[in-house]
């Protein structure tokens, strides 16, 4: 059986990858993990010099899932060039670099460091609030999505995925936009925006008040934007939000995703994405499917 697949010119061996942000760069799973079996690491967001991330708590377990409100924290993208490629290149799996901004000039910088680095592709988290224009998510104005990803695209020398907010009222909207903006991919989702409240002492449990809610609870929401954006653009899509199984994997692939990505999953089971990646394998072969590719949005 044939599970190798192909996004924006790069091949993986298989669809499955991790979700940024829960997988740190790959080197805190390698216990649990051989990442020679994963098509890729998405690594956590970086940014062109070190965040500290939000104030504690910044984490809420919540039915289904979780919030988080860590805030991108990470030492910057020297630290990640120098300390974590060199790691990541002992296996054969692609390097995916999530890159992270507060101004359309930071996420240039950062895509500029990373034009000569040993990478394959970067993911561009237009989650992040633009302080120039009041804190708005870059990820939830057309133009905005389209003018970030169309400067990133200018300098960045591997192929560009688009990281899009499902905090938005019409997710196709932005697709087509970052398609315009020269966008090479697009992955989705990314986190709803919640909130948890501790009512014996009346306030929210994150000390930034909401956070981004991930895990199985979402899924049927994902599954249905990935669904919609694969109708309404032609780049090819990494499908996330909730994925835990391989019959989860299977079900965004079937709604037009060529990748999927685990993310929350690793959390609670270390060794999330390979259960998924053996999943694939399984429902491929008692379904007789040959080549993974013939499941991309193979619905009626």
């Known amino acids: 059986m044939m599970t190798s697949v192909n996004i924006a010119g790069v091949d ?3 669809p499955v990858m991790t979700a940024s942000g829960t997988f740190g760069s790959g080197r805190e799973y390698s216990k649990f993990v051989d990442l020679n079996r994963l098509g890729g690491v998405v ?9 500290l991330g939000n104030p504690a708590p910044r984490i809420a377990e919540t039915y289904g899932g979780m919030l988080n409100a860590v805030g991108l924290q990470n030492p910057g993208v020297d630290v ?3 300390e974590d490629i060199p790691f990541l290149r002992q296996y054969d799996t692609n390097i995916i670099v999530n890159i992270a901004g507060k101004t359309v000039e ?14 394959d592709m970067i993911e561009l988290n237009i989650s992040c609030p ?5 804190g708005v998510a870059f990820g939830t104005d057309p133009k905005m999505a389209e003018y970030v990803t169309s400067e990133v695209k200018k300098y960045a020398k591997q192929p560009l995925i688009v990281k899009l907010s499902p905090n938005v009222t ?3 909207e932005i697709a087509r936009a970052v398609e315009a903006g020269g966008a090479d991919a697009v992955s989705l989702i990314n986190t709803l925006l919640g909130m948890k409240i501790d009512i014996y002492k009346r306030k929210p449990i994150l000390a930034n008040r909401v956070g981004g809610f991930s895990g199985p609870a979402i899924k049927p929401v994902a599954v249905r934007m990935v ?11 990494i499908g996330l939000g909730g994925i835990c199984t391989g019959e989860d994997a299977i079900e965004f692939i079937l709604a037009g995703a060529t990748g999927v990505a685990v993310g929350t999953a690793n959390f609670s089971n270390p060794r999330a994405t390979i259960d998924v990646v053996e999943g694939i394998e399984r429902y491929m072969d008692v379904m007789g499917v040959g080549d993974v590719n013939e499941l991309i949005g193979n619905i009626d």
């Open 106 to 119: 930071e996420y240039v910088e950062v895509a500029k460091r990373l034009r000569d680095a040993d990478i």
């Open 80 to 82: 990640f060039i120098e």
């Open 12 to 14: 993986f061996k298989n």
């Open 227 to 237: 669904n919609q954006v694969y109708n309404s653009i032609k780049l090819p899509i």
């Open 170 to 172: 019409d997710i196709t």
């Open 130 to 134: 633009n302080v120039k224009e009041g």
């Open 43 to 51: 690594v956590k967001g970086v940014a062109s010099k070190e965040w």
